[in-house]
Nanobody, 118 residues
């Protein structure tokens, strides 16, 4: 099982936008919760956003509310993170994760680096 962060990571100026995508392979994740985490240099990994299997429920950490949007396409086994109005403090390695519940995330992506310059 592998959840790989694909397109979207890279360097962007403050105020810009990026869209991360994470495609899971090996099995269907349509009934799994999918989440995004990030880890900034020298800091612990932190929760960013989550979405339930039916896309009817989403949650965000306070620092990204109103700027980031999580979505998913179950037919493509893919979760997305649209990031707008990026700030230098959003600089981090972003990871996707999937699991039957938010307390049982058993599949993690490799991570993709997002760098926001001021």
């Amino acid at each position: 099982l592998m959840c790989s962060c694909r397109r979207g990571g890279g360097l962007v100026q403050a105020g810009g936008s990026l869209r991360l995508s994470c495609a899971a392979s090996g099995r269907t994740f349509s009934n799994y919760v999918m989440e995004w985490f990030r880890q900034a240099p020298g800091k612990d990994r932190e929760f960013v956003a989550s979405i339930n299997w039916s896309s009817t429920s989403t949650y965000y950490t306070d620092s990204v509310k109103g700027r980031f949007t999580i979505s998913r396409d179950n037919a493509k086994n893919t979760v997305y993170l649209q990031m707008n109005s990026l700030k230098p403090e959003d600089t981090a390695v972003y990871y996707c994760a999937a699991g039957p519940t938010t307390y049982a995330l058993n599949t993690w992506g490799k991570g993709t680096l997002v760098t926001v310059s001021s």
